[in-house]
């Protein structure tokens, strides 16, 4: 009888795993490992919420995984190291992983392949995290594509039932190996402390996306008609999840095709435009650092640092934008639109590099994935491939009359200005004085004048980007 690894990384799941599933079905005795990695979490401040999401579902797992006899075996320290030494431990015969895209994964698959090589340990991965990878979906010319509409068309065509079958664990659980029980480590064990502030919101887990899966099965005919409202119930809201692979992709497209109509094909175009960038930074990993456009990758922008602060901060003096940036302060998600607008807003209006505000939301959002914030903040910028056209930008007021009409969303953020009358409420400094005094606002004091002036700084912006372009 064989024994192999199985190493959990961002596949936190039970069922549907690719790596998982192969596994059982060749060795005998099958052990799941997970290893908090040293090297990613020592950089992160202590009240980092994506740890605690990790845990919760680790814990989730653990327990499903007693009810076999088996467990988790969970290292803390640098995977380098600790996935040859789980091996060697378990004598396994090889060590089974669903494949990463982003460039730092792949240099540390790459070396832990060695590593085990050289004890003769194989090392397996598979695909799980997208339902085509790499080179699968390429133009008539053999290239990857650099715009989406023609990537989605070829992306759809080969969408066949092998692509998105399920790959099934519990027919193969007696396979798991009889393993005593362990407890995890605590989050402060990990050096992480619970933030009381902002408590955590999202449903964990396995079972976590579940409850949200089936919220948004019964609302998905409606997707492509709300889903620009931030105030609205629109999106799945199963980012994170699929971040932290605790939902499987497989069964997203399946439940897409399982309802067909308007909705779901918008949807399941979202769930491509996220491929889209997965593949995009497989073959272009300088994009981490660099702009998909070239000249666009030295644009002289002015960088003021209290403006930029004042973004971060929500207190732009644009309502929808500081709704935006209060809602990730506090949540740690953002909508779409709002990542649109916010985005747009930083490097067209306050003239601020795109890679300052990449960096921003890489901190904050739960669902942060290298590939689709690159692909966002790019996208936004203009600077990308397939991009907003530069000289195209959102005005952050008529945004906000068109998708928070209402103000609801704004209200829910910016309580200060919840009694402003729906007319005033995007723009608050054109208000007259008696409508400011009635709804308890002294412009300045409880709520920021704008930073800047939309039409001016549009103007500079295309001015910046024009030189750039040589247009
Ligand atoms: P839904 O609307 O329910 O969509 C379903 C899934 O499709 C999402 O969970 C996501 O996996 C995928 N998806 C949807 N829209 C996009 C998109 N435009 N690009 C790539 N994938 C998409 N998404 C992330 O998952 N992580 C990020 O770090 C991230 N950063 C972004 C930064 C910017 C500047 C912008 C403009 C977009 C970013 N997005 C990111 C894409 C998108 O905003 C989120 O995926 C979406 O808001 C998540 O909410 P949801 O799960 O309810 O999405």
Redesign the pocket.
Known sequence: MTTALVWLRRDLRLSDHAALSVALQEHGRVIPVFVFDRTILDPLPPTDRRVAFILESLKEIQARLREYGSGLVVRIGDPRTEIPGLAHEFQASAVYANRDYEPAAIARDTAIAQSLAGQGIQWVDVKDQVIFERDEILSRQGTPFQVFTPYWRSWLQKLTPVAMAEYPVTPYCRNLARLPAVPLPSLEELGFAPNDETPFTLTVGESGAATLLAD?ARRIEHYHVL?DYPARKG?????TH??FGTVSIRQLVRLALANPGEGAEC?LK??C??EF?QQLLWHRPDLVEHTFRPEFDRLPFPNREDWFAAWCAGRTGYPLVDAGMRQLNQTG????RL??IT?SFLVKDLLIDWRRGERY??EK?L???LA??N???Q??ASVGCDAQPWFRIFNPVTQSRKFDPAGHFIRRYCPELARLPDSAIHAPWLAAPLELESAGIRQGQDYPHPLVDHASQRQAALALFKAASGR
């Open positions: 948004f889903r999106p799945s809201y199963l980012s699929l971040r949807w979202e769930l435009w996220r960038y998600w953002m909508h779409n990542r649109m985005a939301f890489a959002l669902d942060f994935d689709s914030n692909g966002g903040w996208w936004a």
